[in-house]
């Protein structure tokens, strides 16, 4: 089987996006199947049309996009779907897979349509939701329905619809996609990339001023639904409780210069530690300084409805976690099993789970273990990745009795 997939980008850039894309192609690869990857123009690199990254090849779009804003989707989806009918031209794929954002789904259906093949749309997030949070939308708003509507249009014409948690398939089976065309391809880890137990290198807690104290870590991207502010509020509070707690974020991202304005203006920020980006092979050593991971995402149609990666990282290492209630964690983290979760947007419920979290030192040992068993269990890429085969065959199969009739 020969499966094209489009993207909206791909590494060498690192990002939740890219690690499930490399993950799902590695794996599908184990399966036999032949995979070619094309990435859409917002994949920013060095204007080449293909590219070699870590054993996978890439077929590029280098285009220039307006800033405007609906001349600009318009734009790339036309470079894109030109792009697309070349390659589709050459390598005759059998499926057509077209990940998030709905900008990759549209030019698939043209070309889809157009060479008789069938086409998989893939939903991460929804791009309107995601607008929001970056402030590029308003919920409601014009710009926020349209986007609505050109994603509703997709789903229901795609041949069939992969989401990546409950939550994502209950929406798309809300706006009109028959249920059984809808199928969950789980966010995964691969628990044989990670160590268990990991020591703090002595030299980086020194460096950082972590000696002698115990950290609250957040390893990843500081976006506003991260809800990294309310960590912040809740420190003073969890302080009074444990005098030798500090933060570390490792990381950057939109709010980044927010949040060490807000740690200035609370007093705290000799004891809140930004290490900024950090490379992809020295981040294990960060996580071993860490002695609970905290992920106190905001409630909003985002996070309610998507799922996150890092707390199955966190667990496939046998990590503490604390996280809000948000249905996207209540999707992965069992309360008092494999971690716990307070109410989401609570600052005061944040740091008391916290500071209740530290004093259950003998539980602590039965979490780690089950947050392990889950992720080798439940949430491996290689079960994950195996739905697929029954979501090809049934759009394949659909296409063949399309013709026949």
């Not at 989806?77 to 009918?85: A, I, K, Y």
């Not at 503490?320 to 971690?339: C, F, K, N, Q």
């Not at 080798?376 to 290689?382: A, D, H, P, T, Y």
């Amino acid at each position: 089987m020969k499966i094209l997939h489009i993207l909206d980008h791909s590494i060498p850039h690192h990002s939740g996006y890219t690690f499930r894309t490399v993950a799902i192609l590695k794996e599908q690869r184990r399966f036999g199947w032949e995979t070619a990857h094309l990435t859409s123009p917002k994949h920013t690199g060095n204007g080449v049309l293909e590219e070699d990254v870590e054993g996978l090849h890439f077929h590029r779009t280098p285009a220039g996009l307006p800033k405007l804003p609906v001349l600009r989707e318009l734009r790339l989806m036309q470079h894109l779907g030109r792009r697309l009918r070349q390659l589709a031209e050459t390598i005759r794929p059998d499926i057509l897979h077209a990940h998030s954002p709905v900008l990759n789904a549209i030019p698939a259906l043209w070309v889809g349509r157009q060479f008789g093949i069938p086409v998989v749309y893939e939903v991460r997030a929804f791009w309107e939701d995601a607008a929001v949070d970056h402030g590029t939308s308003r919920e409601g708003g014009l710009r926020y329905r349209l986007s609505r509507a050109l994603e509703t249009f997709a789903l229901r014409r795609a041949d069939h619809v992969t989401t990546i948690c409950e939550g994502l398939r209950k929406d798309i089976i809300d706006r009109g996609v028959p249920p059984e065309k809808v199928t969950v391809i789980p966010n995964a880890v691969d628990p044989d990339r990670f160590t268990l137990g990991g020591q703090a290198d002595p030299a980086l807690q020194e460096s950082l001023g972590l000696k002698g104290c115990r950290v609250l870590g957040f390893i990843g991207s500081f976006y506003a639904y991260e809800g990294l502010r309310l960590l912040l509020d809740a420190y003073p509070l969890i302080k009074q409780q444990a005098p030798d707690i500090r933060i570390l974020l490792v990381g950057g991202g939109p709010q980044e210069d927010n949040l060490k304005q807000q740690a200035a203006r609370m007093g705290i920020e000799k004891d809140v530690i930004f290490t900024g980006r950090i490379p992809n092979e020295q981040i294990q050593m960060y996580y071993d300084l860490v002695d609970l991971l905290v992920y106190p995402r905001l409630s909003m149609r985002l996070t309610e409805l998507v799922t996150p990666l890092k707390p199955l990282e966190a667990m496939a290492q046998g990590r503490l976690l604390v996280a809000s209630d948000v249905g996207g964690h209540r999707e992965l983290i069992r309360h008092g099993e494999t971690g716990w979760l307070f109410q989401a947007g609570d600052s005061r419920a944040l740091a008391e789970t916290i500071i209740e979290t530290l004093g259950r030192q003998s539980e602590w040992d039965s979490v780690r273990a089950s947050g392990r068993r889950f992720v080798e269990v439940e949430r491996n890429w290689r079960a994950s990745v195996a739905r697929y085969q029954d979501v090809y065959r049934a759009s394949l199969d659909a296409l063949e009795k399309g013709h026949a009739i």
